[in-house]
């Protein structure tokens, strides 16, 4: 299998090359990166060498009769419509980097191309499949029903350059949704000091979601059940490896682990952060 990568702006460009073409990446030995496409031919060639990717191209499109897969990870998600169109309407499995697009509209038109050529589509957040993180899911049940909890994670300075808050705050945003699931239905957020506090209401529960615009690099998540709270950090350091498998398994298989709406939510629900922070109201997230 033969995969593309479109934008060498982002630092995902290198690692996923080194680690499928050059780590050799466990169970997918026969998968290579073998083309890739940039704005910038230095940093183009910068992700080349260290991934070891063997043609350049200098239109996108020209990958199309080259691959059978391809990755989207231009770090502004406002650009993932338009460079993606290409691969959706030709019918190749795609993934798209966090996050899936800057709006709902431009969310909802990639998902609409993907469904009307019926083939597999996916984008996440890596930070969602750190095992850590993994574990503590699978080990809520010893907790009691869980009405509410906390998630925090970093959010960069530069945010605004790259779409807003959603550019960083995906993680915290889809650690949220990994733990708690889906189906927010409210959003009330509100700003100080580079920190954006947003409170997510479910049915039956209220997850508060920490952005922090002064902190290391650190994501976590507290879960507070009727019988005791956890405590986990996004910490074991595996997310990249993770995250590869469940997108080459699709690649591989068609297989998607998140459906159209699962996909659309999380754009929604900061959609609504951003609402919510004009308006200094609660508003609703938007549904697919």
Same mark, same amino acid.
């Given at each position: 299998?033969?995969?593309?990568?479109?934008?060498?702006?982002?630092?995902?460009?290198?690692?996923?090359?080194?680690?499928?073409?050059?780590?050799?990446?466990?169970?997918?030995?026969?998968?290579?990166?073998?083309?890739?496409?940039?704005?910038?031919?230095?940093?183009?060639?910068?992700?080349?060498?260290?991934?070891?990717?063997?043609?350049?191209?200098?239109?996108?499109?020209?990958?199309?009769?080259?691959?059978?897969?391809?990755?989207?990870?231009?770090?502004?998600?406002?650009?993932?419509?338009?460079?993606?169109?290409?691969?959706?309407?030709?019918?190749?499995?795609?993934?798209?980097?966090?996050?899936?697009a800057c709006s709902t509209v431009d969310a909802?038109?990639?998902?609409?191309?993907?469904?009307?050529?019926?083939?597999?589509?996916?984008?996440?957040?890596?930070?969602?499949?750190?095992?850590?993180?993994?574990?503590?899911?699978?080990?809520?049940?010893?907790?009691?029903?869980?009405?509410?909890?906390?998630?925090?994670?970093?959010?960069?300075?530069?945010?605004?350059?790259?779409?807003?808050?959603?550019?960083?705050?995906?993680?915290?945003?889809?650690?949220m949704l990994e733990i708690f699931g889906y189906?927010?239905?409210?959003?009330?957020?509100?700003?100080?000091?580079?920190? +954006?506090?947003?409170?997510? /209401?479910?049915?039956?529960?209220? #997850?508060?979601? *920490?952005?922090?615009?002064? =902190? !290391?690099?650190?994501?976590?998540?507290?879960?507070?059940?009727?019988?005791?709270?956890?405590?986990?950090?996004?910490?074991?350091?595996?997310?990249?490896?993770?995250?590869?498998?469940?997108?080459?398994?699709?690649?591989?298989?068609?297989? +998607?682990?998140?459906?159209? /709406?699962?996909?659309?939510?999380? #754009?929604?629900? *900061?959609?609504?952060?951003? =609402? !919510?922070?004009?308006?200094?109201?609660?508003?609703?997230?938007?549904?697919?």
């Amino acid at each position: 299998m033969k995969i593309g990568i479109i934008g060498s702006d982002n630092s995902h460009a290198a690692a996923f090359a080194k680690a499928i073409n050059v780590d050799k990446l466990a169970g997918f030995e026969d998968v290579q990166v073998s083309h890739i496409w940039g704005m910038k031919d230095d940093e183009t060639q910068e992700k080349v060498q260290k991934g070891q990717i063997p043609y350049v191209v200098t239109n996108p499109a020209d990958m199309l009769n080259q691959i059978d897969a391809v990755m989207i990870v231009l770090r502004h998600g406002g650009r993932h419509l338009e460079y993606a169109r290409p691969f959706l309407e030709a019918g190749i499995p795609i993934f798209i980097d966090k996050p899936l697009a800057c709006s709902t509209v431009d969310a909802r038109k990639i998902l609409e191309l993907a469904n009307k050529k019926e083939f597999p589509l996916t984008s996440f957040s890596m930070v969602r499949y750190d095992s850590a993180i993994q574990n503590l899911k699978q080990n809520l049940s010893g907790i009691g029903k869980t009405w509410t909890g906390d998630v925090a994670g970093v959010i960069t300075p530069n945010a605004n350059e790259y779409g807003g808050m959603i550019f960083y705050g995906i993680h915290t945003t889809e650690l949220m949704l990994e733990i708690f699931g889906y189906g927010v239905e409210k959003i009330y957020a509100t700003h100080r000091n580079d920190n +954006t506090i947003a409170i997510a /209401s479910y049915p039956n529960a209220v #997850v508060t979601m *920490h952005f922090m615009g002064q =902190s !290391s690099y650190l994501f976590s998540v507290i879960v507070h059940g009727q019988e005791k709270s956890l405590y986990q950090a996004a910490d074991a350091g595996d997310y990249l490896q993770q995250s590869l498998k469940r997108m080459l398994h699709l690649f591989q298989t068609g297989e +998607t682990h998140l459906s159209p /709406s699962q996909l659309f939510e999380p #754009v929604a629900i *900061h959609e609504a952060i951003e =609402s !919510s922070l004009r308006q200094a109201k609660e508003v609703e997230v938007g549904k697919y």
